[in-house]
């Protein structure tokens, strides 16, 4: 069966540091990886997914991501974060059909 | 607006009442999917189509509730009997269910937030 880990439930962080928020995933077969995004009243945003190809995905809003298949992970990275970017953040795996998503990480951008 | 669209937005209702929620997918997304999520968690599945036909369930997904896409386009969820662990937001996608670099992308809707009293 599927799973994700999201290690960081909550993150605090002033505006312009660096953000990195990690993610692993368990699956067996070829993997589809995604972030999803939730702005404060909004719904559910895809920021960015990896299918095949290139390991180093880059998404919306100055959004990365690094797939590192011997580590089973898929973390979010993003050189410099903006008070905008308060949220709260999802990684998910799709296996057949169904996202299996982590149970997320609240970000706090400080200005 | 061409995203999906969930109704109602909020439903408040008592303990043993039937409640039913719709999804309107986006135009020609021949899949839609609902899931659930509760507070401090991620959204967790419960059943998707591909056009009508209701193709997986999940465990999560008892007896008291059903799920129809009748003519392939919008879905509805039905709650019979609501219990109190019911309360929840209920979050429908919608995806193409092409091959290919966008294939299956999984968009999502505003939720519809059930309290069950």
């Known amino acids: 069966a599927q799973s994700v880990s999201q290690h960081n439930h909550h993150v605090i962080l002033s505006e312009a540091a660096s953000l990195e928020l990690g993610c692993n995933y368990s699956y067996g077969g070829t993997v589809n990886l995604f972030w999803y995004v939730q702005y404060p009243g909004q719904h559910l945003q895809l920021l960015l997914k990896y299918f095949s190809g290139d390991p180093l995905v880059k998404g919306i809003k100055g959004f990365e991501a690094e797939f590192i298949k011997s580590k089973f992970s898929f973390n979010l990275r993003k050189p410099s974060v903006q008070w905008s970017d308060t949220a709260e953040y999802f990684c998910a795996v799709r ?3 169904k996202l299996v998503f982590g149970t997320g990480t609240r970000l706090l951008v400080s200005p | 607006d061409t995203g999906v669209s969930q109704n109602p937005r909020h439903k408040i209702t008592k303990r043993g009442q039937n409640v039913t929620f719709r999804c309107d997918p986006i135009s020609e997304h ?6 659930r999520q509760t507070l401090g968690q991620g959204p967790e599945f419960l059943t998707y189509f591909q056009n009508e036909a209701q193709l997986e369930k999940s465990r999560l997904l008892s007896d008291r509730f059903s799920a129809e896409r009748p003519k392939g386009s919008f879905s509805t969820l039905e709650i019979q009997r609501t219990e109190q662990g019911d309360s929840a937001m209920y979050l429908c996608a919608s995806s193409l269910g092409a091959q290919g670099l966008f294939a299956d992308t999984q968009y999502f809707g505003p939720g ?3 309290t069950v009293l």
């Open chain 2, 112 to 114: 519809t937030r059930l």
């Open chain 2, 30 to 35: 021949n899949r839609l999917y609902w899931y």
């Open chain 1, 95 to 97: 296996g057949f059909q």
